[in-house]
């Protein structure tokens, strides 16, 4: 054998390192957050969480051990069946799982239980992978996504009826990946803008202008609209004098507005829609008449924006429940609701800022201790970290994890294969999704969507998992060496 | 971008990523960092902060006679979310209340509005003030009942039923001493009158705090850092009271269906032996459980009984006002060695005399027969000494002469320098006074005569007249009234403005009232004692009954006072009992048992409650 099969060779040392950092850290904040305080037990008690996490630990290195030993072609061959086993796996556990605080994603077997939803994203990216890599394939019109987003759809169902819509909306973390792979960045800054509009309306949605005459929400939403019907023609030469002319136009039309209001009373939401619309239909004439297709563009994406603010509004006080309301109003800051639905948050708000900047020490959190923070061993495991390692502590696990998906991307670029450099985007992206989603919730940034933290969370189901997820990736990296047999 | 080669896209990704990160170390350095609430916030969260009271310090009387003790009592106490599958009828069945009491207070401790602090996770009071007895039966089946607890504390107990006035009682602190006392939270009890009130802070001790650690649940999970940060309770400091509980005792028996007071002080130390006001109560009416609705009873009672007469009732003095007068008028002038006054008796003009005895009268006889027309003589002759002088300057200036040196004998104003609690000022008609309402030369001697034999304007509390009694006992000086043994009050000794030398007469008039006067009847045979009787009129039914004196005559060792309002001479009730007051001081008992049981088994007031 010569030293290019050999995986102790060719394998990314420098990403081992890194998880088994996280891994570790890990382990450590689950003894620390299911310390009991009249516990005396060690680390490896069994009868602890964090004596089981090191059994999981044990058993994910080994399991990564048993991906590096196979051959990296297994990956490419059976991706698909990985894919089917996994929709199998997800449609059996709709029907077989128990319920388990509303959910019905766990497979229990004895003593084991597992998510398949865990293995689903792995098999996803294997089989997203071997698609985007045949050849002749790119993502040049929406017609080459079609098959992609069934691809992603089938999973994302299938956990969506298990109740787990975490889970489900981790695989929104591919379009990444695909934006990487080709498609257009405008559909990304579509959904940019869309999150945008929508907390623009619904934050100031209860704001209202003068006597009920219109909302500040829909109000603000339309004059960002409106500024990017000016900016955009005016970033391109040849209608830089009309953009002015219409940003002259709106001042005006606000300044006549509220001059005319003094006599009779003016509806804002109407006088913003009207400017607005009479820009976007303006800009679509001329884009026509000049063969101008970015104008064009422009004035769809504010027609379109304009639809989208008015469904928001509705959706969002006549569709949406009262308390999926409150949770967004929550995140929001329109509601201050510290026992409610903000209760979580709050608590790990707490957590966290109660650590300083050197924390707490090592099982000194109170916080922790005491169960204030609910999930502190899985969802909220970020917490352990930020109480009692405080600020230097809780920024040093962000900058790994940084480091990791640097990494995992480097790894990416340096593939020859596009079916490894996709899958490397894949796990880039997965991990980077976990990680916004689950500290942003942790931080009150993000709302409250149950996601673990990638080799963090308690749990055998999440690390296995992501140690698959990972070590298949390691070992595709490690065969752009070897010798092709 | 959109045309970029799409390896570039990697840092177009990497950027949004990074800025991701960037955002959430900022968000923590703004939460760990800049943020300081948080930190607070985990304290509140996690430390539960158990107050640990100290024992209050106990009551003793001069003979270190136990009076006031602590008794443990216990809270029910409950947290809300813990209770689960209560057998209602069962636990008040335990707890001997109601279906509808239960159901009422639950009700009250989840109003926020009525119970600011509620939370379901922390600890609600149930019940407070409970005898051991009331929670035996609740303590045996306490496992029944998930979420409830029983909670020490300790509640005052008497020795004795006497002495509620002194002694004051403990209640929950009021929102005004919350504000003003940082000592106190909410639900502490602080003492609320009498001595208790007076001595508060050293009977409360210092309180300590044990700091345990709460899990989310409200459960206490061990304490914090093993008590290191704990602080240890002061126990409160005894008491011991210038108070004979015996005398006191004897005090109100004598008042019993009466409604008045009686004070005796000990004219060396200026010690209050004993401060009866009757209607009274048993202290322990104000304890525990049924404080309330006792508390509601007394307030609603028409005698009165929560006031204590001795200190803040105010009567007109009549004739026990004389032998104070006797003294001022000697050192002013209108009464010289050999002074003599004519009296026609009930014919006597502007005032009447009341007896009819000898004229002209001398200073001994007038004390002796109460003459009214010989001190209104006195009176005028002390105040008109000089005329009245440009603008009625001169005799205004006597005038001002007399009010101080009466004010001299502790009369006429609150005892400042004393830890007597609640005291009425009483009053000495100030000039101002009389030129505002007569105009400043509208009035004259003749106006004001009735001062002259304890009538009008001048208002005494049984307590100032005490003093004044001590005061002529020690021949021209007080010390104040008090109730605290351990402090001397020597520096609190007030001079009188009469000279000494006018004292030995006045008191030789005092000790004929008992050889030949209107107090012979009570004398008792071995102790020379001086007294002086007053009836008084007034405007609500009878005459008050009013008696002060002092024995023995020489080194004496009690002066008293005792009123019997609307009972008729002062002969006839207060005498009796001032003398029997002082027997019972004297000799440690009373001999006299049947006009002991006479006077104490008659009422004056068919609306006092006997006791
Ligand atoms: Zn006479």
């Given at each position: 054998?010569?030293?290019?099969?050999?995986?102790?060779?060719?394998l990314?040392?420098?990403t081992?390192?890194?998880?088994?950092?996280?891994?570790?850290?890990?382990?450590?904040?689950?003894?620390?957050?299911?310390?009991?305080?009249?516990?005396?037990?060690?680390?490896?008690?069994?009868?602890?969480?964090?004596?089981?996490?090191f059994?999981?630990?044990?058993?994910?290195?080994a399991?990564?051990?048993?991906?590096?030993l196979?051959?990296?072609r297994?990956?490419?061959?059976?991706?698909?069946?990985?894919?089917?086993?996994?929709?199998?796996?997800l449609?059996?556990?709709?029907?077989v799982?128990?319920?388990?605080k509303g959910?019905r994603s766990?497979?229990?077997?004895?003593?084991?239980?597992?998510?398949?939803?865990?293995?689903?994203?792995?098999?996803?990216?294997?089989?997203?992978?071997?698609?985007?890599?045949?050849?002749?394939?790119?993502?040049?019109?929406?017609?080459?996504?079609?098959?992609?987003?069934?691809?992603?759809?089938?999973?994302?169902?299938?956990?969506?009826?298990?109740?787990?819509?975490?889970?489900?909306?981790?695989?929104?973390?591919?379009l990444?990946?695909?934006?990487?792979?080709?498609m257009?960045?405008?559909?990304?800054?579509?959904?940019?803008?869309?999150?945008?509009?929508?907390?623009?309306?619904?934050?100031?949605?209860?704001?209202?202008?003068g006597?009920?005459?219109?909302?500040?929400g829909?109000?603000?939403?339309?004059?960002?609209?409106?500024?990017?019907?000016?900016?955009?023609?005016?970033?391109?030469?040849?209608?830089?004098?009309?953009?002015?002319?219409?940003?002259?136009?709106?001042?005006?039309?606000?300044?006549?507005?509220v001059?005319?209001?003094k006599?009779y009373?003016?509806d804002?939401?109407?006088?913003?829609?009207?400017?607005?619309?009479?820009?976007?239909?303006?800009?679509?004439?001329?884009?026509?008449?000049r063969?101008?297709?970015?104008?064009?563009?422009?004035?769809?994406?504010?027609?379109g924006?304009?639809?989208?603010?008015?469904?928001s509004?509705?959706?969002?006080?006549h569709v949406?429940?009262?308390?999926?309301?409150?949770?967004?109003?929550?995140?929001?800051?329109m509601?201050d609701?510290?026992?409610g639905a903000?209760?979580?948050?709050?608590?790990?708000?707490?957590?966290?800022?109660?650590?300083?900047?050197?924390?707490?020490?090592f099982?000194?959190?109170?916080q922790?201790?005491?169960?204030?923070?609910?999930?502190?061993?899985?969802?909220?495991?970020?917490?352990?970290?930020?109480?009692?390692?405080?600020?230097?502590?809780?920024?040093?696990?962000?900058?790994?994890?940084?480091?990791?998906?640097?990494?995992?991307?480097?790894?990416?670029?340096?593939?020859?294969?596009?079916?490894?450099?996709?899958?490397?985007?894949?796990?880039?992206?997965?991990l980077?999704?976990?990680?916004?989603?689950?500290?942003?919730m942790v931080?009150?940034?993000?709302?409250?969507?149950?996601?673990?933290l990638p080799?963090?969370?308690?749990?055998?189901?999440?690390?296995?998992?992501?140690?698959?997820?990972?070590?298949i990736l390691?070992?595709?990296?490690?065969?752009?060496?070897?010798?092709?047999? | 971008m959109?045309?970029?080669?799409?390896?570039?896209?990697?840092?177009?990704?990497?950027?949004?990523?990074?800025v991701?990160?960037?955002?959430?170390?900022?968000?923590?350095?703004?939460?760990?960092?800049?943020?300081?609430?948080?930190k607070?916030g985990?304290?509140?969260?996690a430390?539960?902060?158990?107050?640990?009271?100290?024992?209050?310090?106990?009551?003793?009387?001069?003979?270190?006679?136990?009076?006031?003790?602590?008794?443990?009592?216990?809270?029910?106490?409950?947290i809300?979310?813990e209770?689960?599958?209560?057998?209602?009828?069962?636990?008040?069945?335990?707890?001997?209340?109601?279906?509808?009491?239960?159901?009422?207070?639950?009700?009250?401790?989840?109003?926020?509005?009525?119970?600011?602090?509620?939370?379901?996770y922390?600890?609600?009071?149930?019940?407070?003030?409970?005898n051991?007895?009331?929670v035996?039966a609740?303590?045996?089946?306490?496992?029944?009942?998930?979420?409830?607890?029983?909670?020490?504390?300790?509640?005052?107990?008497?020795t004795?039923?006497?002495?509620?006035?002194i002694?004051?009682?403990?209640?929950?602190?009021?929102?005004?001493?919350l504000?003003?006392d940082?000592?106190?939270?909410?639900?502490?009890?602080a003492?609320?009158?009498?001595?208790?009130?007076?001595?508060?802070?050293?009977?409360?001790?210092?309180?300590?705090v044990?700091?345990?650690?709460r899990?989310?649940?409200?459960?206490?999970?061990?304490?914090?850092?093993?008590?290191?940060?704990?602080?240890a309770?002061?126990?409160?400091?005894?008491?011991?009271l210038?108070?004979?509980i015996?005398?006191q005792?004897?005090?109100?028996?004598?008042?019993?269906?009466?409604?008045?007071?009686a004070?005796?002080?000990?004219?060396?130390?200026?010690?209050?032996?004993?401060?009866?006001?009757?209607?009274?109560?048993?202290?322990?009416?104000?304890?525990?459980?049924?404080?309330?609705?006792?508390?509601?009873?007394?307030v609603?009672?028409?005698?009165?009984?929560?006031?204590?007469?001795?200190?803040?009732?105010?009567?007109?003095?009549?004739s026990?006002?004389?032998?104070i007068?006797?003294?001022?008028?000697?050192?002013?002038?209108?009464?010289?060695?050999?002074?003599?006054?004519?009296?026609?008796?009930?014919?006597?003009?502007?005032?009447?005399?009341?007896?009819?005895?000898?004229?002209?009268?001398?200073?001994?006889?007038?004390?002796?027969?109460s003459?009214?027309?010989?001190?209104?003589?006195?009176?005028?002759?002390?105040?008109?000494?000089?005329?009245y002088?440009?603008?009625?300057?001169?005799?205004?200036?006597?005038?001002?002469?007399?009010?101080d040196?009466?004010?001299?004998?502790g009369?006429?104003?609150?005892?400042?320098?004393?830890?007597?609690f609640?005291?009425?000022?009483?009053?000495?008609p100030?000039?101002?006074?009389?030129?505002?309402?007569?105009?400043e030369?509208g009035?004259?001697?003749?106006?004001?005569?009735?001062?002259?034999i304890?009538?009008?304007?001048?208002?005494?509390?049984?307590?100032?007249l005490?003093?004044?009694?001590?005061?002529?006992?020690?021949?021209?000086?007080?010390?104040?009234?008090?109730?605290?043994?351990n402090d001397?009050m020597?520096?609190?000794?007030?001079?009188?403005?009469?000279?000494?030398?006018?004292?030995?007469?006045v008191?030789?008039?005092?000790?004929?009232?008992?050889?030949f006067?209107?107090?012979?009847r009570?004398?008792?045979?071995?102790?020379?004692?001086?007294?002086?009787?007053?009836?008084?009129?007034?405007?609500?039914g009878?005459?008050?009954?009013l008696?002060?004196?002092?024995?023995?005559?020489?080194?004496?060792?009690?002066?008293?006072a005792?009123?019997?309002e609307?009972?008729?001479f002062?002969?006839?009730?207060?005498?009796?009992?001032?003398?029997?007051?002082?027997?019972?001081?004297?000799?440690?008992?009373?001999?006299?048992?049947?006009?002991?049981?006479?006077?104490?088994?008659?009422?004056?007031?068919?609306?006092?409650?006997?006791?």
């Open positions: 054998m010569s030293k290019r099969d050999n995986i102790q060779y060719t990314d040392w420098t081992v390192v890194y998880y088994l950092l996280l891994v570790v850290m890990g382990w450590i904040s689950i003894y620390g957050a299911s310390y009991e305080l009249d516990y005396e037990g060690s680390m490896l008690s069994f009868d602890q969480r964090a004596g089981k996490q059994v999981w630990i044990i058993t994910a290195l399991l990564g051990g048993v991906v590096l196979l051959d990296h297994i990956f490419n061959y059976f991706a698909y069946v990985f894919y089917g086993v996994a929709i199998v796996l449609i059996v556990t709709i029907f799982a128990p319920d388990i959910s766990w497979i229990v077997i004895g003593p084991v239980s597992f998510q398949p939803a865990e293995l689903a994203k792995m098999a996803t990216a294997l089989a997203l992978a071997k698609f985007m890599s045949q050849y002749n394939y790119r993502i040049k019109a929406w017609k080459d996504m079609l098959p992609l987003a069934i691809i992603i759809f089938i999973p994302f169902v299938l956990i969506l009826l298990q109740k787990e819509t975490g889970s489900a909306l981790v695989f929104m973390a591919f990444l990946m695909f934006y990487r792979e080709g257009k960045g405008i559909v990304l800054l579509l959904g940019a803008l869309a999150i945008v509009l929508f907390i623009v309306v619904i934050r100031f949605s209860i704001e209202t202008i006597n009920e005459q219109g909302s500040w829909v109000v603000g939403a339309i004059a960002i609209i409106q500024l990017i019907q000016i900016i955009v023609p005016f970033s391109s030469h040849p209608h830089k004098k009309e953009s002015l002319i219409f940003l002259g136009l709106s001042v005006l039309v606000i300044v006549a507005s001059i005319i209001n006599w009373p003016v804002y939401n109407y006088v913003a829609i009207g400017t607005s619309l009479v820009t976007a239909i303006y800009w679509a004439f001329t884009g026509i008449l063969r101008y297709p970015k104008l064009i563009a422009v004035a769809f994406i504010s027609i924006s304009l639809v989208f603010i008015y469904a509004d509705m959706i969002f006080n949406l429940e009262p308390h999926h309301q409150i949770r967004i109003k929550v995140l929001l800051n509601e609701d510290p026992t903000g209760y979580n948050v709050n608590q790990s708000k707490i957590a966290i800022g109660s650590g300083g900047l050197w924390g707490k020490g099982l000194n959190g109170t922790t201790k005491l169960k204030y923070v609910p999930e502190q061993d899985t969802d909220f495991i970020f917490c352990t970290v930020g109480e009692e390692h405080g600020f230097w502590g809780s920024a040093l696990v962000l900058i790994i994890y940084w480091l990791l998906l640097m990494r995992i991307m480097k790894i990416g670029e340096r593939q020859k294969e596009s079916f490894h450099r996709v899958y490397a985007y894949s796990v880039a992206s997965i980077f999704f976990h990680l916004m989603i689950n500290v942003g931080l009150g940034i993000m709302p409250v969507i149950g996601i673990p080799f963090f969370s308690y749990g055998g189901s999440s690390l296995w998992g992501f140690t698959l997820l990972l070590f390691l070992r595709l990296d490690a065969s752009r060496l070897e010798r092709s047999r | 959109i045309n970029d080669r799409l390896e570039n896209r990697r840092w177009v990704i990497s950027a949004l990523i990074t991701v990160v960037l955002v959430y170390i900022f968000r923590l350095f703004n939460l760990q960092i800049i943020e300081t609430r948080y607070q985990a304290e509140s969260n430390f539960l902060r158990k107050t640990i009271f100290p024992p209050r310090g106990l009551i003793y009387d001069r003979n270190s006679k136990l009076l006031v003790y602590n008794k443990p009592a216990y809270d029910v106490a409950l809300m979310r209770i689960h599958d209560l057998d209602t009828l069962d636990f008040c069945k335990a707890l001997n209340i109601s279906k509808e009491f239960f159901d009422n207070r639950m009700l009250e401790i989840k109003d926020r509005k009525k119970n600011l602090g509620y939370s379901s922390t600890p609600q009071v149930f019940m407070t003030q409970l051991i007895e009331d035996a609740f303590q045996e089946n306490l496992y029944k009942f998930p979420g409830f607890y029983i909670q020490n504390r300790t509640l005052r107990e008497y004795y039923p006497h002495g509620a006035h002694l004051g009682s403990i209640g929950e602190v009021s929102r005004r001493k504000e003003s940082p000592y106190y939270k909410q639900g502490d009890y003492g609320r009158d009498g001595v208790e009130f007076t001595y508060e802070s050293a009977l409360r001790g210092v309180k300590g044990e700091i345990l650690l899990d989310s649940k409200g459960r206490i999970q061990g304490r914090y850092r093993d008590g290191e940060a704990d602080e309770p002061k126990a409160g400091t005894d008491l011991y210038t108070l004979d015996e005398l005792k004897i005090g109100e028996q004598l008042m019993n269906g009466k409604i008045g007071s004070v005796a002080i000990e004219p060396s130390t200026g010690e209050i032996l004993a401060m009866v006001s009757n209607p009274a109560f048993d202290p322990s009416l104000l304890v525990g459980r049924q404080r309330s609705a006792n508390y509601a009873a007394l609603k009672d028409p005698t009165k009984p929560l006031m204590n007469r001795a200190t803040q009732a105010q009567y007109s003095p009549g026990t006002f004389k032998p007068q006797a003294l001022v008028l000697q050192q002013m002038g209108g009464i010289k060695e050999h002074t003599l006054y004519s009296c026609n008796g009930p014919a006597s003009s502007p005032i009447k005399c009341s007896h009819s005895h000898g004229s002209p009268v001398g200073i001994l006889n007038a004390i002796e027969q003459c009214n027309p010989y001190f209104w003589s006195a009176f005028r002759a002390a105040i008109e000494k000089e005329g002088g440009e603008k009625n300057l001169k005799f205004k200036s006597h005038y001002q002469e007399w009010v040196a009466i004010k001299s004998f009369i006429g104003r609150k005892f400042e320098d004393s830890d007597v609640e005291q009425s000022s009483g009053n000495v100030s000039q101002k006074y009389y030129n505002r309402y007569y105009g030369t009035w004259r001697a003749m106006t004001i005569r009735s001062l002259s304890g009538q009008g304007e001048v208002l005494v509390t049984p307590l100032q005490a003093n004044s009694m001590a005061a002529i006992a020690n021949k021209g000086y007080y010390i104040t009234p008090h109730l605290n043994a001397t020597q520096l609190r000794k007030h001079e009188t403005l009469v000279d000494s030398a006018y004292f030995p007469i008191i030789e008039g005092m000790w004929r009232v008992f050889e006067g209107t107090g012979r009570y004398k008792l045979p071995d102790i020379s004692m001086c007294g002086k009787t007053g009836t008084v009129e007034n405007n609500r009878k005459d008050h009954s008696f002060v004196g002092f024995a023995p005559r020489e080194n004496p060792k009690i002066a008293i005792v009123v019997v609307n009972a008729g002062g002969a006839t009730w207060a005498a009796p009992i001032a003398s029997m007051m002082l027997e019972q001081y004297l000799k440690g008992k009373i001999e006299r048992v049947e006009l002991f049981n006479q006077i104490a088994t008659s009422t004056t007031n068919p609306d006092v409650k006997t006791r």
